[in-house]
């Protein structure tokens, strides 16, 4: 019999099974071309069990779209390297990256776009960007979107991505990133799944296809007729009706399992007949495999080229299978071309990338291959692909499925490359992973010593107690003063993170006498270090407080003078004697302070500093500062920590909407399980900004949520207590709330909380007095503030404890406080706590009847709830100006103040001559939704285009600042937050 298998009419010379009954998928799929060449882009998903057709329609719409001249990005999951982070997304654009010439790459990578280059280059990047937790950067998700968003500029782009549900993690991120914002583009995302298989993540896969532009297709099994035409094209022959539905139950329809059923029949030289099946039927319906099998025994010299396929992947190079099979080039093309004519095989146009017809030939290869035989050709296939120049990524996945110990140097150090490579595109395990194996005993090299330090810091973040370990015992090898500080710094870092703070502070204490440090700034930083973590631990708490009064006064010249400025000046704060001395320091720091210089840890510190000082304006500036810095460098931690801090300055300034996306930002960002004490500070802000919008749903769903056990060990931990004895209270449980609010201020005075700008524990506590006739203790707590506070200079803090003291005075004295109060505030930007006084200024200017002044002040009040979106406080000032008898005008937004952040940030950025992909950039989201954003502009400003938008905005929007005191213009953060949900 003639070796050649049987005529295949598919879409490809090559195919392994004919196109059939699918007419109604192609028509799908080339509507999608249409869609996309006139500038809308989509999602389609084909869905289907092994063997359905999903690979032959994606393919099909590859080539369509090549021939329509439309940019094709193809690629293929391979579970080889669903551990690497932006694999799947190096195979789509790698090739074309490498491709381009130098000036259209720039133009590529052209603003936002640039992030990108941290997926796309195999560079490892310095930073904190993604090395302490497996999510991803969000620049770096969007620097991809605007890579594929400048791509689809020159023509329409198709992404085909077969078997996307074993893609890595960060490429799943991207795609749901770009699925999000497929509208409007000129961009299909194509892909394929095979049900049954959860994939690499599938929540996360689920997110990409749940996006209202998205299809899904489901292709059918064939039916007898569909039998019936794979029969005919396949054999060129007719068949009784019998086999066809034999065959159709033998198969469920499936054409690969058709196609597969049909090759071992003819390869047995059995008829198309009922009893033709016999023997295909009695393999256990393993007839695919048993059909991958008879071609590889009726080509025995192929069987090496097959197997170095299946070893090294996909797309593989015939000079690597060529190395690795052992045969010359030609020879091990000639197997190849044999197999691709017998439907194994097919390759690139050009024949420099070969690959299987399907991803279960490559299984059955290998599932014939013994355990030790297939390590021993992953293990030479690794150093075949490192003396051909292939990057390290690559290579370790090699080593990995060995599942030995590197013992040899080079495959050492193609480990640790490939370990910091993942490290710094946010899959710390995998690092872990790559570098277990290369542990080796005792330390014999610096590599070995390079291993440890990089094992101790990937472990940071999935296996806390072995870093600690490991760092500890690479501290015993470092000399290098700047490698030794790094070690330590992580290791206290993670003795912290451990709930070992007191070993921390020991351990930082002992490390700064042994560093050669001549001129003394590292040692300066790691006794910041210690103050930070002494900080954590109530056992450490009172050394931090016996010695930080030193050196406030230090220049900040340094580094590391700058780092323990920032840390002196957070010890000191709280106390209400040193706030002023504190925010000194802590202004002395920022305006010093060097970005990519000053780790950004100290500089939100010093922004803390300026919150808990009672400048809440200036915190908020400080935060933007290093917002902005934080978007630059990709530092994820550092953008959710400082995000979810600036939001407790909005909402202290009274911009309740920002206040909320923050705290959403910072909670988002932050993978629930990778929440430490610092995101208990986020949720209590929430509570309280979404108590004065009058959420009390909304407020109680939030404190419902659940904290690890050691939660309640921190500072931290006070404010949450605060924040949720504040909701009881406005549940109406007053005794729990002052339970919970009493047991707060114990807290704060055994951490040396004590000044009244740190938190608002005393003002709900005393509500909750008053709320339960306790009017002597409420007093003590308002009149204990007050001395405070103007001890001081806490202006904020003085002027709501007059109010609390002024609702306790029943005489002519209750005028005489609020009149103070409203003057210790007229200065201040805390527009929440003025409202809250103008109102109880005007009843109580009602209640001695100057009505005039009363309706006045209770105006004020009423427009300042009303802008912040105080609903709580808005209808308080309503009511009141009712019983004045005055008939309350309707509050309309107008001009600037009609503008929801966003707005006000597309409109002003647009005002300077901004173009939509231009603010697009700048604010982290996408041309469509800034366009939409606009048209509302024009509607509540009643401009009908940018030059009068302009002419709106005076020519100029240099100096504008709303009337409420929050400075729009430094919030595209909260913009970028939007964009994130």
């Not at 790698?94 to 796309?120: C, D, I, K, V, Y």
């Not at 500093?609 to 200036?618: A, D, N, S």
């Not at 339960?772 to 707590?781: H, I, K, M, Q, W």
């Amino acid at each position: 019999m003639n070796a050649r298998p049987p005529h295949v009419t598919a879409e490809r010379n090559d195919g392994w099974t004919p196109i059939v009954e699918r007419e109604h998928e192609l028509s799908a799929l080339l509507a999608l071309l249409r869609d996309a060449d006139q500038g809308t882009g989509g999602v389609i998903l084909l869905e289907g069990p092994v063997g359905i057709g999903k690979s032959l329609l994606l393919r099909r719409l590859a080539r369509e779209a090549g021939q329509e001249g439309l940019r094709v990005l193809e690629a293929h999951c391979d579970t080889l390297e669903r551990d690497f982070p932006f694999g799947l997304v190096r195979h789509l654009f790698g090739p074309l990256f490498r491709s381009l010439h130098a000036a259209e790459r720039e133009r590529l990578l052209a603003g936002n776009a640039q992030a990108a280059m941290q997926a796309l280059s195999s560079k490892v990047f310095s930073g904190d960007a993604m090395t302490t937790t497996e999510d991803v950067s969000y620049a770096v998700l969007h620097g991809l979107y605007w890579f594929t968003c400048n791509l689809a500029e020159v023509s329409p782009l198709v992404i085909v991505v077969d078997d996307a549900h074993s893609a890595d993690v960060a490429s799943l991120r991207f795609l749901a990133h770009l699925a999000r914002r497929i509208e409007g583009m000129p961009v299909i995302l194509a892909l394929s799944r095979r049900t049954g298989d959860p994939g690499t993540d599938p929540a996360l896969f689920e997110e990409v296809i749940s996006q209202p532009r998205c299809r899904i297709l489901r292709p059918q099994p064939l039916t007898e007729s569909g039998v019936a035409t794979m029969v005919e094209a396949t054999l060129r022959q007719q068949a009784d009706s019998d086999f066809y539905s034999s065959c159709l139950a033998a198969t469920g329809g499936i054409p690969l399992l058709v196609r597969a059923l049909l090759t071992v029949m003819w390869l047995h030289g059995d008829l198309p007949t009922k009893a033709g099946l016999e023997y295909a039927t009695a393999q256990g319906g393993q007839f695919f495999q048993e059909a991958v099998l008879c071609v590889l025994r009726r080509q025995p010299e192929s069987v090496p080229a097959a197997q170095a396929l299946a070893v090294i992947g996909d797309n593989a190079s015939p000079e690597v299978c060529a190395r690795l099979a052992g045969l010359s080039e030609p020879a091990l093309l000639s197997s190849m071309r044999t197999l691709r004519s017998n439907g194994l095989m097919t390759a690139s146009d050009d024949g420099t990338a070969w690959s299987f017809n399907h991803g279960q030939i490559r299984e059955v290869i290998l599932a014939q291959m013994r355990p030790d035989e297939l390590a021993d050709a992953h293990h030479r296939a690794a150093r075949l692909l490192l003396d051909l120049g292939a990057p390290a990524e690559q290579v370790s996945a090699h080593l990995l499925m060995t599942e030995l110990p590197a013992t040899e140097d080079w495959a050492v150090s193609v480990l640790l490359e490939a370990a910091k490579e993942a490290s710094s595109r946010g899959a710390p395990r995998l690092a872990v992973d790559l570098l277990r194996p290369c542990l080796r005993g005792r330390i014999k090299s610096a590599t070995d010593v390079a291993v440890l330090i990089e094992l101790g810091f990937a472990e940071t973040a999935v296996d806390v107690h072995a870093s600690v370990r490991h760092l500890r015992l690479a501290l015993e090898h470092v000399e290098d003063p700047v490698q030794r500080f790094r070690v330590v710094t992580a290791l206290a870092s993670n003795l912290v993170h451990s709930e070992w703070p007191q070993e921390a502070v020991r351990v930082l204490a002992e490390q700064a006498s042994t560093l050669d440090d001549p001129g003394g700034d590292l040692a300066r930083c790691l006794k910041a270090q210690r103050l930070m973590a002494s900080l954590e631990d109530l056992r450490t708490l009172r050394a931090a407080f016996d010695e930080a009064p030193l050196d406030l006064g230090l220049p900040g010249n340094t580094p590391g003078e700058r780092a323990l400025l920032a840390a002196l000046a957070r010890v000191n704060v709280v106390r209400e004697e040193l706030a002023e001395a504190s925010v000194a320091a802590a202004r002395r720091m920022l305006e010093r302070s060097v970005p990519n210089t000053d780790s950004p840890l100290f500089q939100t510190t010093a922004a803390m500093v300026l919150l808990y000082g009672g400048h809440p304006g200036e915190a908020d500036t400080a935060y933007q500062r290093i917002l902005d810095s934080a978007w630059q460098s990709q530092s994820l931690l550092s953008f959710s920590l400082s995000t979810g801090m600036r939001a407790e300055a909005a909402y202290r300034l009274g911009a309740l909407a920002g206040a909320l996306a923050g705290t959403m930002t910072a909670l988002y960002l932050a993978p629930r399980d990778e929440w430490c004490h610092s995101l208990i500070l986020p949720v209590a802000t929430q509570i309280h900004a979404l108590l004065e919008s009058g959420d009390l749903s909304g407020a109680e769903a939030i404190a419902a949520q659940g904290f690890p056990p050691s939660s309640a060990d921190s500072w931290q931990w006070n404010e949450f207590m605060c924040a949720r004895g504040r909701l009881n209270l406005e549940r109406g449980d007053a005794r729990a709330a002052l339970a919970d609010l009493l047991e707060c201020g114990t807290r704060q005075h055994q951490w040396n909380r004590t000044s009244p700008a740190v938190s608002s524990w005393w003002v709900w506590a005393a509500e909750a007095h008053q709320a339960l006739g306790s009017t002597d203790e409420a007093r003590a707590l308002a009149e204990d503030a007050v001395e405070r506070a103007r001890r001081g200079g806490l202006r904020d803090a003085l002027g709501a404890a007059l109010r609390l003291l002024a609702e306790l005075e029943p005489g002519p004295g209750k005028l005489d406080l609020l009149e103070e109060a409203l003057t210790v505030l007229e200065e201040s930007p805390s527009q929440l706590e003025r409202a809250r006084v103008l109102i109880d200024f005007g009843a109580a200017l009602h209640d001695r009847d100057r009505i005039p002044a009363a309706r006045e002040a209770l105006h004020r009040g009423l427009d300042l709830a009303h802008t912040m979106g105080a609903r709580p406080l808005r209808s308080r000032a309503h009511e009141a100006l009712l019983a004045t008898g005055a008939r309350p005008r309707r509050v309309m937004s107008q001009g600037l103040q009609s503008l929801t952040p966003s707005e006000s940030q597309v409109a002003r950025l647009t005002a300077e001559g901004g173009t939509n992909r231009e603010v697009a950039e700048a604010l982290f989201v996408t041309q469509r939704t800034v366009e939409m954003h606009l048209t509302s502009v024009y509607r509540k400003l009643g401009v009908a285009g940018r030059r009068e938008l302009r002419a709106f905005f005076g020519g100029s929007t240099a100096d504008t600042v709303p009337e409420n005191g929050y400075d729009d213009s430094q919030s595209a953060d909260w913009a970028r937050a939007g964009a994130l949900w």
